[in-house]
Every structure is written in structure tokens, then in C-alpha cells.
T-cell receptor
Framework: AQSVAQPEDQVNVAEGNPLTVKCTYSVSGNPYLFWYVQYPNRGLQFLLKYITGDNLVKGSYGFEAEFNKSQTSFHLKKPSALVSDSALYFCAVRAAVNNAGNMLTFGGGTRLMVKP | GAVVSQHPSWVICKSGTSVKIECRSLDFQATTMFWYRQFPKQSLMLMATSNEGSKATYEQGVEKDKFLINHASLTLSTLTVTSAHPEDSSFYIC????????????FGPGTRLTVT
């Protein structure tokens, strides 16, 4: 079975400071990893993904994430947070070789609060 | 590209009635669509996987007779909540894969259902 853990329910950061939202995963074989952002009463917006290749993945809105196979982590980062980054962030995983209908498993979500 | 829409964006219905939610892929053909529900401040829970032209595959604990899913065309899947109860009130989100072998899901904006 595949699983995702986002250990922090909420992350608070001051505007202009770097931010990190943590994600660890468990999956059989190689993972496909995703980050999504959700604003209130909205669906999920895709931020970035890791499929293969460079462990550092750059995505939308200045976000990036680093795939660390030994630590089974895929932490989301941004060098300088904006107030508008305040939202709910979800990490998701699926196995590269997938016999479960391409099913994604989501973490519990982390609320990011960026204060001016 | 890869836009998914949902209709309605919100709906209020009375207990005992049924409500239908539509999920459309606007600029691509989706052989597979997924239906999720999300309770306040919680993560997405997969309800079912819908493949065009075949019966949906429901996750454990999801009542297939209560949550009817129809994927009659490559661009449309519907979720009908039958005999709705207040506990069915939730945010329902669909997603779609862009094709065979695709690994990236595109999400709709969600439908907020309130059952009174």
C-alpha cells in the first residue's frame, strides 16, 4: 500500500522568509510525486511533480521540491514566501509501476500561513 | 490545456432528494476520471475510479448504490448522490487523466454539496 505523511498541520512563516512544507512517502518501487495547492472552496491546482531525472524539481509560482530517495521525502520549498502563498498544500504519491488504476494517495494537507 | 470543469459549483438540496454533479474534460478526452470527497480541513478521499464505458470501481466503504457514477463519454462523468442525507454534505472533487499511460491528474474546481 502507498501512503503519504505531512507531519505538520500548519506552517507559519513571515513574508519574505523561506518556507518548507514537509512530505514523506511510502510506495512500492519508484514513486511519482506531486504537490498541489488548494485555495478556499476551490479544487486543487498542480504545482509540480517528480517523475524521473533531476532530484530538484521547479514548479509554479516559484516553488520547488527536492526528491530524496534515501529519506523517502519530497519537501516543498520556496526561497521567499508571499502572503498570497497562504493556502492548503497537499503532497501526493503513486507508484511508477501502477496496478491500481493510476490512483493517487494524498497526504493530510498542510496549511501554510504567511504573515506580512 | 487540460482543463476540467464541474457543475454545479455549489448545490443545496433537501434530505431524501438526489443531486447530480457533472465533471467534464474541456480540451482533452479522459479515459479515466476520479471522484473524491473532502471534509472541512481534511484531505481528499478517493471515492471511485471511473473508466469510460465501464462500471466504476469504488473504494472500500463507499456505497455504490448511494453514489452512482456514470462515465458515458470520454469527456463527461457524473456523480449522483441518491437519497441525500446531511452527512453527505461535503466538497466533491473530480479529476481526470489525459490518456492511457498518463500519470498526471487534472482536477476540477469542486462542488460543495449541502444537504438540509
Amino acid at each position: 500500500a502507498q501512503s503519504v505523511a505531512q507531519p505538520e498541520d500548519q506552517v507559519n512563516v513571515a513574508e519574505g522568509n523561506p518556507l518548507t512544507v514537509k512530505c514523506t512517502y511510502s510506495v512500492s518501487g519508484n514513486p511519482y510525486l506531486f504537490w498541489y495547492v488548494q485555495y478556499p472552496n476551490r479544487g486543487l491546482q498542480f504545482l509540480l511533480k517528480y517523475i524521473t531525472g533531476d532530484n530538484l524539481v521547479k514548479g509554479s509560482y516559484g516553488f520547488e521540491a527536492e526528491f530524496n530517495k534515501s529519506q523517502t521525502s519530497f519537501h516543498l520549498k520556496k526561497p521567499s514566501a508571499l502572503v498570497s502563498d497562504s493556502a492548503l498544500y497537499f503532497c501526493a504519491v503513486r507508484a511508477a509501476v501502477n496496478n491500481a488504476g493510476n490512483m493517487l494517495t494524498f497526504g493530510g494537507g498542510t496549511r501554510l500561513m504567511v504573515k506580512p | 490545456g487540460a482543463v476540467v470543469s464541474q457543475h454545479p459549483s455549489w448545490v443545496i438540496c433537501k434530505s431524501g432528494t438526489s443531486v447530480k454533479i457533472e465533471c467534464r474534460s474541456l480540451d482533452f478526452q479522459a479515459t479515466t476520471m476520479f471522484w473524491y470527497r473532502q471534509f472541512p480541513k481534511q484531505s481528499l478521499m478517493l471515492m471511485a475510479t471511473s473508466n469510460e464505458g465501464s462500471k466504476a470501481t469504488y473504494e472500500q466503504g463507499v456505497e455504490k448504490d448511494k453514489f452512482l457514477i456514470n462515465h458515458a463519454s470520454l469527456t463527461l462523468s457524473t456523480l449522483t448522490v441518491t437519497s441525500a442525507h446531511p452527512e453527505d454534505s461535503s466538497f466533491y472533487i473530480c479529476s481526470a487523466l489525459t490518456g492511457q499511460g498518463s500519470y498526471e491528474q487534472y482536477f476540477g474546481p469542486g462542488t460543495r454539496l449541502t444537504v438540509t
